[in-house]
């Protein structure tokens, strides 16, 4: 049977609400409520810490999401790391993942997250076929020919295959998500809104990882 992933819309509070105001902020997440753990758990490149958010460009949860994931990257712990995963929902983000490990390649993909994000959201850009995309990018200022190139090379499909493996390996079915220490997967529907999703992440980075 053919799994089905789709883009989670739901912002409703789950219990923790809006954790960010100081009340709620005391109050501790609930396994299996506002997160879930791992079995087994997951490798991670980094034992200091690591958070992984998958998303999907096309994904207005993803979108709305962005902000509270900014501002929880001003402030995160310089050791811990963060890495952004794209995933496929549907056919048509199939295009958004390769052109998000194009842009990973090329060292590219901090500086212009925003940028395609906008022009997905904002401008309603399909970013479908490769022609779309090479326009959009030379808007954004890169080699069009390097990144045609490297958009169709083998590094990068082994990535998407990559991304398309590690959904099911931390049993995800919807995006944004996130993953804490390859231990624990939480998300705004999960935590009960985007903020309180944040809030949620720190406190799994705060739990033991032996």
Same mark, same amino acid.
């Given at each position: 049977?053919?799994?089905?992933?789709?883009?989670?819309?739901?912002?409703t509070?789950?219990?923790?609400?809006?954790?960010?105001?100081?009340?709620?902020?005391?109050t501790?997440?609930? +396994?299996?409520?506002?997160?879930?753990?791992?079995? $087994?758990?997951?490798?991670?490149?980094?034992?200091?810490? +690591?958070?992984? +958010?998958?998303?999907w460009?096309?994904?207005?949860?993803?979108?709305?999401?962005?902000?509270?994931?900014?501002?929880?990257?001003?402030?995160?712990?310089?050791?811990?790391?963060?890495?952004? #995963?794209?995933?496929?929902?549907?056919?048509?983000?199939?295009?958004?993942?390769?052109?998000?490990?194009t842009?990973?390649?090329?060292?590219?993909?901090? #500086?212009?997250?925003?940028?395609v994000?906008?022009?997905?959201?904002? *401008?309603?850009?399909?970013?479908? +076929?490769? $022609?779309?995309?090479?326009?959009?990018?030379?808007?954004?200022?890169? *080699?069009?020919?390097?990144?045609?190139?490297?958009y169709?090379?083998?590094?990068v499909?082994?990535?998407?295959?990559?991304? *398309?493996?590690?959904?099911?390996?931390?049993?995800?079915? #919807?995006? $944004?998500?996130?993953?804490?220490?390859?231990?624990?997967?939480?998300? $705004? #529907?999960?935590?009960g809104?985007?903020?309180?999703?944040?809030?949620?992440?720190?406190?799994?980075?705060?739990?033991?990882?032996?």
């Amino acid at each position: 049977m053919k799994r089905r992933t789709f883009c989670t819309t739901s912002l409703t509070a789950l219990g923790l609400g809006a954790m960010g105001t100081r009340s709620q902020a005391q109050t501790k997440p609930i +396994e299996g409520k506002h997160y879930r753990r791992l079995a $087994p758990p997951q490798p991670v490149s980094n034992d200091k810490g +690591e958070v992984l +958010e998958f998303f999907w460009y096309g994904c207005p949860a993803c979108y709305r999401t962005e902000p509270s994931v900014k501002q929880w990257l001003a402030r995160k712990p310089a050791q811990v790391s963060f890495k952004r #995963s794209a995933q496929i929902i549907h056919t048509i983000s199939r295009s958004h993942q390769r052109m998000f490990f194009t842009l990973d390649q090329l060292g590219l993909s901090d #500086s212009l997250h925003t940028p395609v994000f906008d022009a997905v959201q904002k *401008d309603s850009s399909a970013l479908q +076929e490769l $022609p779309e995309i090479l326009a959009l990018m030379g808007k954004l200022g890169v *080699d069009t020919a390097k990144f045609g190139q490297v958009y169709q090379s083998f590094a990068v499909a082994s990535r998407c295959r990559q991304a *398309d493996q590690m959904m099911s390996t931390y049993g995800l079915n #919807s995006v $944004p998500s996130f993953a804490v220490n390859g231990r624990y997967v939480t998300s $705004p #529907s999960m935590a009960g809104g985007e903020a309180a999703c944040m809030a949620v992440v720190d406190y799994l980075l705060s739990l033991p990882t032996a």
